[in-house]
């Protein structure tokens, strides 16, 4: 069974510092891997995938977030941190050889960029 | 704007009705999800459909069903409702293929009195 961990409830950080969410995952075989944004009372918005190729995806906004195998990862990452960044973080896992699947969903992340 | 659109937007009910909630998908698109959003269980999956056909289905009740309707749009029918089905339900498309972005619509906020 495909599964999701986003170890943190909340992530604080100063505006113009790096910050980092995280995500962990676990499939039988290899993964499909997605992070979205939802900002208050919206929907879920796409932010980046990796398929296949360069483990550093590069998304929308400046987010950036690199797939690593050994550790079954994919932190979502960005150089320096705006207020508006300010939001509900998700990262979602699809295996790869289970056909259409649903996507899986992590618990999510709060992120809040304080001025 | 993603282009899934959802009606109503807010819905406020009490226990034992029925509601039915409304998606249109992406232009395009052949496949919708429904999820379930609420403060302690995080994004739910409840059903999938792939061109009017039920394709996968996850955490849904049997009090809730769903159907695809030739022009694509799909309705979520919620039946006997509880307080526990106060929620955000969100829909969302892809065009056809594994590897496909799921689009988000912007929610249909119930609430269960």
């Known amino acids: 069974a495909q599964s999701v961990a986003q170890p943190e409830d909340q992530v604080n950080v100063a505006e113009g510092n790096p910050l980092t969410v995280k995500c962990t995952y676990s499939v039988s075989g290899n993964p499909y891997l997605f992070w979205y944004v939802q900002y208050p009372n919206r929907g879920l918005q796409f932010l980046l995938k990796y398929i296949t190729g360069d483990n550093l995806v590069k998304g929308s906004y400046g987010f950036e977030a690199e797939f690593n195998k050994s550790q079954t990862s994919f932190h979502l990452k960005k150089p320096s941190a705006l207020v508006s960044d300010s939001a509900l973080y998700f990262c979602?896992?699809?295996?790869?050889?289970?056909?259409?699947?649903?996507?899986?969903f992590g618990k999510g992340t709060r992120l809040s960029v304080i001025a | 704007d993603s282009g899934v659109t959802q009606t109503p937007k807010h819905l406020i009910t009490a226990t034992g009705q029925r509601v039915t909630l409304r998606c249109s998908p992406r232009?395009?698109?052949?496949?919708v999800y429904w999820y379930q959003q609420s403060l302690d269980q995080g994004l739910q999956f409840l059903i999938q459909?792939?061109?009017?056909?039920?394709?996968a289905k996850g955490n849904i009740l049997e009090r809730f069903s769903a159907q695809q309707f030739p022009d694509l749009h799909s309705e979520l029918n919620l039946s006997s409702l509880e307080l526990g089905d106060s929620a955000l339900y969100f829909c969302?498309?892809?065009?056809?293929?594994?590897?496909?972005?799921?689009?988000f619509g912007p929610g249909t906020r119930l609430t269960v009195l």
């Open positions: 232009s395009g698109d052949l496949s």
């Open positions: 979602a896992v699809r295996d790869r050889v289970s056909g259409n699947t649903p996507l899986v």
């Open positions: 459909y792939y061109n009017g056909e039920e394709r």
């Open positions: 969302a498309s892809t065009p056809a293929t594994n590897t496909d972005t799921q689009y």
